[in-house]
C-alpha cells in the first residue's frame, strides 16, 4: 500500500516489542498473583490505556457514548472476575505482580495503537505475521534464559502449537483486521469479550458457576458493547 517512513518503522518496532512485553509481564504476573488478578488488571486496564494512547497520538475523540461504553466494560469485566470467585479469592499478592499486570495491560495498549497506526499502509495479514515475528525475536532471550526447554517441547508441542496457531496468530490477524475498520478505543473495548467468553466455556463445559456478581458484570459488558455498536451504526 505504501512504503514505511522513519516514524512507521518505529510504530512497528514499538509494536512487536510491546507485544513481546506483554507475554512476559502478563505470565510472570500469574506466578505471582494468580490468573485473576493478573486478568484482572491487565484486561481492565488495556482499553483504558488505548483510549488515552489514541487520544494522543492518533487524534481519537473520546466521544460520550464511547466514554459510558468504556466505564460499562471495565465494570462489567471486574464483576465478570470477581464474582464467581470472591474477593477473599483473588486478595493474593499484589505488589510487584499486580505492576506487572498493569505492565501487561500498557503493552497491549501500545501494541493496538502502533498497529492502528501501520495499517494505513499495511493490509492486516503481513502486519501480523511481521510483528509477531519481530516479538518472537526479541522474547528469544526470555525463552533460552528460562533453561532446558527440550523436554517442555517434547512434552507439549501439540499444546503449543495449538496456542501458537488459533488464540495467538489466527485470533491477533482478526483483531488487527478489526482495527482497520473500527476506532483503537473500540477495538479496545471489543476485546473485554474475552473475558466473558471464557466465562460461558467455563460455566458451558466444565460446569462452573457464575454467580450474582459474575451475571451482573456479563449483563454490564454485553451492554457496554451494545451502546457501542448502536453508536458506531449511527
Known sequence: RGRLHGADWLALVAAAAAMAAYQLCFFWAVTLTGVAVAALLAICSAPILIALLATLTLGERLAVSVRVSLGLAVAGTALLVVGPRG???????????????????????????????????????????????AAAILITPALLGAGPIRRPFAEAWPLLV???VVPTALAYVLFTAGLQRAPATAAGIVSLLEPLTATLLGVLVFGETLGAAGAAGGALLIGGIALLAINAGR
Not at 111 to 129: D, H, S
Request: hydrophobic content about 55%.
Open 87 to 133: 474477593v477473599d479469592a483473588i486478595a493474593g499478592r499484589f505488589g510487584i505482580g499486580s505492576l506487572l499486570a498493569l505492565g501487561a495491560g500498557l503493552s497491549y495498549a501500545v501494541y493496538a495503537v502502533g498497529t492502528k497506526r501501520l495499517l494505513g499502509r499495511m493490509a492486516p495479514l503481513p502486519l501480523a505475521a511481521l510483528t509477531f515475528s
Open 162 to 164: 495449538y496456542l501458537g
